[in-house]
């Protein structure tokens, strides 16, 4: 038996940075469970922006202004005009709503004094704003690749017509069964894209599968079966052009180990090795977004507290329905 005595959460992020040992991270969980309250901080996705967003931290912080401008000359146009002053309409598009949730999340991070995260996660493109607030990827390299990813999923959606839908007061297993008995006796694409939280999924896929798909799961048994007024089948296989466009700007990049794990959507598990990383990195395109799971492990491993960093409350809402114990907060 191990007795650890007086490991800081200091300590182990250094020893965290410098082993890629899982029994280092447990002793951490174990020994401090009881002695020191581990934060989280946990990034949004698309679906969170409002106009406005950023306007005020612009307007206040000299570095948060001097961030939102390297942004500007890096995508090539003022998507801080769009975010300050534009309508919702512009907010939607894609190639300017995942920079404009990526931006006003990490320059928030980044200027928050007392960011010390014993964890971090993502929703979705939040990941990519997680891995550059835990020092893993650099401003200049995230915001790079978000906008390849952006115009890259703008272009698979254009390339085949394809959807979402919410599905509520369900259990996912039932609904995993609906989604696999369409797909392989109708020859549709439909698969579970987002666990958000116990009896809220998210499928994805072709017009016809998730139209299918929802009057299945209302006749199983669903509360409500929603279509989404979304651009694609985010998190599908008909992302597989995008995800193939985004894995060589992300081989293409440097990946440096994270100052704490992040929990990456693919399995919701923690990771700081940089080749690990990006291969869930790249598979996260046609793979589901493990929410659920994410917040449960998290809690599991010792996080009681989790903070949310960037536009709106939607992650809070939805750890608070995952984890009823959990304390939340925005920065």
Same mark, same amino acid.
């Not at 406005?52 to 390297?70: C, D, H, P, T, V």
């Not at 995508?75 to 512009?90: N, Q, S, V, Y």
């Not at 299945?216 to 651009?231: D, H, I, M, Y």
């Given at each position: 038996m191990f007795i650890v005595a007086n490991f800081t959460k200091s300590d182990f992020l250094f020893w965290h940075k410098n082993t890629s040992s899982i029994f280092a991270k447990k002793i951490y969980y174990f020994s401090q469970k009881n002695l020191l309250k581990m934060n989280a901080y946990i990034f949004p996705g698309q679906g969170s922006q409002?106009?406005? %967003?950023?306007? *005020?931290?612009? /307007? !206040? !912080? /000299?570095? $948060?202004? *001097?961030?939102? *401008?390297?942004?500007n000359e890096i &995508?090539?146009?003022?998507? =801080?005009?769009? %975010?300050?002053? @534009?309508? $919702? *309409?512009?907010l939607k598009e894609t190639n300017v709503t995942q920079p404009a949730i990526f931006l006003h999340s990490v320059i928030l991070a980044k200027v928050t004094s007392d960011f010390n995260p014993a964890a971090v996660a993502g929703h979705s493109l939040g990941e990519f704003s997680a891995l550059v607030a835990a020092g893993a990827l650099s401003f200049e390299d995230g915001l790079r690749l978000v906008k390849i990813r952006a115009e890259a999923m703008q272009k698979a959606c254009e390339k085949e017509p394809s959807t979402m839908a919410a599905i509520l007061a369900l259990d996912d297993q039932i609904a995993e069964k609906v989604c696999q008995d369409i797909a392989q006796n109708e020859n549709q694409i439909v698969v579970p894209a987002n666990y958000n939280c116990p009896g809220q999924l998210v499928i994805s896929g072709s017009i016809k599968g998730i139209e299918m798909a929802c009057q $299945?799961? +209302?006749? $199983? @048994?669903? +509360?409500?079966? &929603? =279509?989404? !007024?979304? @651009?694609g089948a985010f998190h599908s296989p008909l992302m597989e052009s995008a995800r193939e466009e985004l894995a060589k700007a992300i081989n293409e990049i440097n990946i440096e180990s994270p100052s704490c794990p992040i929990y990456q959507n693919v399995d919701a598990k923690p990771y700081t090795e940089p080749a690990k990383i990006k291969e869930n990195l790249i598979a996260q395109l046609t793979a589901p977004v493990r929410w659920t799971q994410t917040i449960q492990n998290m809690s599991t491993d010792g996080v009681s507290k989790f903070i949310e960093c960037g536009a709106g409350k939607v992650l809070q809402g939805l750890v608070k329905k995952i984890q009823r114990s959990a304390e939340v907060a925005s920065v």
């Open positions: 409002f106009v406005g %967003m950023g306007k *005020e931290l612009y /307007q !206040n !912080n /000299q570095e $948060a202004k *001097e961030l939102f *401008e390297k942004g &995508l090539g146009f003022r998507i =801080t005009d769009l %975010m300050f002053e @534009g309508t $919702a *309409e512009d $299945a799961l +209302k006749e $199983a @048994g669903a +509360k409500r079966a &929603l =279509t989404l !007024n979304v @651009g």
